[in-house]
């Protein structure tokens, strides 16, 4: 028993990780988060965190490599918001692997005290127009069994505010009505929070449309279109709806335009409407009523803008 003891206290002590150990501690920390999106995130943060720390020269695992590693990141120029999800996929596998027995509780404590990278002000968001959004949807070919389904799939975006990775998971059962309003009923979004989103008719017209041509009445309401214009399989992708949110945006000469965009729209439309910034909270499922702000861009006004007035104007 007591040599079971020894050995158990010098494998703890041990300062260096070899890869076969990451890779444990990697599909632990995968298995921990119970978001798709989030184990993608992490997935590829520890992915790259694999090919710096096997480019650079033998190093110990411990805060050192972090410090390091956050430096490097820093010299790539990237956003604080990306640099910090990558340090803390850095500290969730030092955690794991202090779990595992494969690395001292010492040296995983040091990585947390490793500071992220601070955010000095707020970029701009993209968001569309009232004029633009319509743009967008008319563009649509909507004879054809995949026009259809990709205007139903720009209307949940664009009049909903849901992400990709929520609107590939309606299901026809989601589909309900309440108080005389058609909705999307108990939705698990990001982080697990359950909300309801309220569904405009032209939203619901849409969808009824492309579930009728593609005779779809229960499970998934989105699916894949093949080449000769017919259903194949139970469901679509998230990568998938990427591609028809950048074909569209391509045809109505719409540049740089991101999935996200469209729910970043949803959210500055509701607001240009009179809509009550607690009402857009619920509707997009922020926890906190400043990522909504963040979202519609309301602190600074452009349109207006504070130095348009300043009576320099000498052409």
């Not at 184990?39 to 720390?53: K, P, T």
């Not at 309003?181 to 939203?203: E, F, N, Q, S, Y």
């Not at 999935?259 to 499922?285: K, N, S, Y």
């Amino acid at each position: 028993m007591a040599k079971q003891q020894k050995r158990s206290k010098i494998h703890c002590t041990r300062k260096a990780l070899r890869i076969p150990d990451l890779e444990q501690s990697k599909r632990a920390v995968l298995n921990y988060l119970p978001a798709k999106t989030s184990q993608d995130a992490y997935g590829h943060a520890i992915d790259e965190f694999f090919s710096w720390y096997c480019s650079e020269p033998p190093l110990a695992f411990n805060r050192t490599v972090v410090v390091r590693y956050r430096f490097f990141l820093e010299q790539n120029n990237l956003a604080p918001s990306t640099i910090n999800v990558r340090l803390a996929a850095v500290r969730r596998l030092a955690y794991e692997a202090a779990d595992a027995g494969l690395l001292s509780p010492e040296l995983a404590a040091g990585f947390a005290r490793v500071k992220g990278a601070k955010r000095l002000g707020l970029r701009i968001g993209n968001w569309l127009t009232a004029e633009q959004s319509k743009a967008l949807l008319q563009g649509l070919c909507s004879d054809t069994l995949r026009g259809k389904r990709d205007r139903a799939i720009l209307a949940v975006l664009l009049g909903c505010g849901r992400r990709r990775a929520e609107t590939v998971t309606i299901r026809m059962e989601d589909l309900r009505l309440r108080e005389e309003h058609c909705l999307i009923a108990d939705l698990i979004g990001k982080g697990r929070h359950v909300r309801t989103v309220p569904m405009p008719g032209w939203v619901k017209r849409a969808i009824d449309d492309w579930t009728a041509r593609a005779e779809i009445t229960e499970g998934n309401v989105f699916r894949r279109v093949n080449k000769q214009g017919r259903i194949w399989g139970n469901g679509i992708t998230p990568k998938a709806m990427w591609h028809v949110v950048k074909a569209a945006a391509q045809r109505a000469g719409i540049l740089n335009l991101a999935p996200h965009d469209l729910r970043r729209t949803c959210a500055r439309l509701c607001h240009l409407a009179g809509g009550e910034l607690e009402q857009i909270q619920f509707l997009l499922g922020h926890v906190s009523v400043q990522t909504t702000e963040r979202y519609l861009g309301c602190k600074q006004k452009l349109r207006q803008a504070v130095n348009d007035q300043l009576g320099l104007d000498v052409a």
